[in-house]
């Protein structure tokens, strides 16, 4: 029982919205300036305008998700009081057809109509823990955390600039473009393989294959990046 | 009835998975070839090198961003499938754990012992439907759909091709930089108000907020990036 536990612990930990957003942000931070710097690489032999490009890339990149990020918090948030409203009026007004939705979801598991009747009965005794009830098991929703909004977009715009970053030194300390895109080639690989392994710990139980398929994700980015900048540029 | 019948269908569409893809890829795709653009436009005055670098970012963000959204889907798959043998070895191995945890959940909706233990006997009959039953009242996951990772993939990519091509396009076709940075902050400005209110229809009841909300985003996320680029390349 001491394992079954602990797995539950870990179940939580790993869903949790700081490791998603931790996700979401180095996931493109690591692979889109790369990319970019990559593909100016191809056909553009001036560091200060890749560097420029990159420091830009990554500006709006940390801004435009972390905003996301924050926006969709409180639209899920706004979504659920107004769903909660919703529910609280019905159990109100209509509570006969709110108690044979929740009659319904009991039968689909095979409930008899005896035992569905003495549960439904049960739940509807205590109006707050009815709605609690149809949230959750109706609607599948959960009361959002005040502080998520905020806390989200700090996360992934601080992870996109950090993953963004790593592929831009390079490019910061080496004059010759060609140089500094094989060592950022090289320090980005590394990074996004050690992301995905990482990654790969927390949310399932294949690390290494998370990390291969991390780096493969971001190694595609940069070539496609690359390939499309010398059909345009070169 | 049937406006409450309707409304359950309109929840159920709002939050389905093709809707959160587009929103996820246009999002981005407005916003961020945008504010690279307007950015470079701030410290470069060539189009030609200011459009190759927007189709590498369009390229890189795409690819990124669509195999991130299949690689997500295969994992939350995984994982559904991990977790749902773990239950099924749970159910078969240490049932009492298990009626326990399943107890548990019902008498935290103020449920009584002798009600409790009646509806999980009737749960136990089953194995297969106490497993779906754990499955999504305790941990709140749902049966993936195999089509889901490549579906979701072509659209969060596709929406970001679309959305990126937008702000580009005047940096195509107009010669004098500040000329197309004017163009097309207007074009994108009124794409991002016309994609937030369309967003808004969906997924909350406030369209004209979320038109106002995701052209400031968008906005900002520029401006970020212009004020970068004229810091680093000016």
Request: aromatic share 12%; with cysteine; hydrophobic share 50%.
């Given at each position: 029982m001491s394992t079954h536990l602990h797995h539950h612990t870990e179940t939580h930990f790993s869903s949790s919205h700081t490791v998603r957003d931790v996700v979401i942000g180095m996931s493109d931070g690591l692979t889109v300036p790369f990319a970019l710097a990559a593909g100016l690489s191809g056909a553009i032999d001036h560091n200060h305008i890749i560097v420029t490009a990159g420091f830009a890339e990554i500006a709006a990149g940390a801004i435009a998700m972390g905003l996301g990020g924050y926006l969709a918090a409180k639209t899920e948030a706004a979504h659920f009081y107004s769903e909660h409203a919703r529910e609280v009026q019905e159990v109100e007004e209509i509570p006969e057809v709110e108690a044979e939705e929740c009659a319904e979801i009991f039968r689909s598991y095979g409930l008899a109509k005896t035992e569905?009747?003495?549960?439904?009965?049960?739940?509807?005794?205590?109006?707050?823990?009815?709605?609690?009830?149809?949230?959750?098991?109706?609607?599948?929703?959960?009361?959002?955390?005040?502080?998520?909004?905020?806390?989200?977009?700090?996360?992934?715009?601080?992870?996109?600039?950090?993953?963004?970053?790593?592929?831009?030194?390079?490019?910061?300390?080496?004059?010759?473009?060609?140089?500094?895109?094989?060592?950022?080639?090289?320090?980005?690989?590394?990074?996004?393989?050690?992301?995905?392994?990482?990654?790969?710990?927390?949310?399932?139980?294949?690390?290494?294959?998370?990390?291969?398929?991390?780096?493969?994700?971001?190694?595609?980015?940069?070539?496609?990046?690359?390939?499309?900048?010398?059909l345009v540029g070169g």
């Open positions: 569905t009747d003495l549960i439904v009965n049960a739940i509807r005794r205590d109006k707050k823990r009815w709605v609690d009830f149809m949230m959750k098991f109706e609607l599948g929703i959960t009361a959002p955390d005040p502080k998520r909004a905020i806390q989200s977009a700090v996360t992934i715009a601080g992870s996109y600039i950090l993953g963004g970053l790593i592929p831009l030194a390079p490019y910061v300390f080496i004059p010759e473009t060609h140089r500094a895109l094989l060592l950022s080639a090289c320090l980005t690989l590394v990074a996004l393989f050690i992301f995905g392994y990482v990654k790969g710990k927390f949310t399932t139980n294949k690390p290494l294959q998370s990390g291969w398929q991390t780096l493969l994700v971001g190694g595609m980015a940069a070539s496609a990046a690359f390939f499309i900048a010398k």
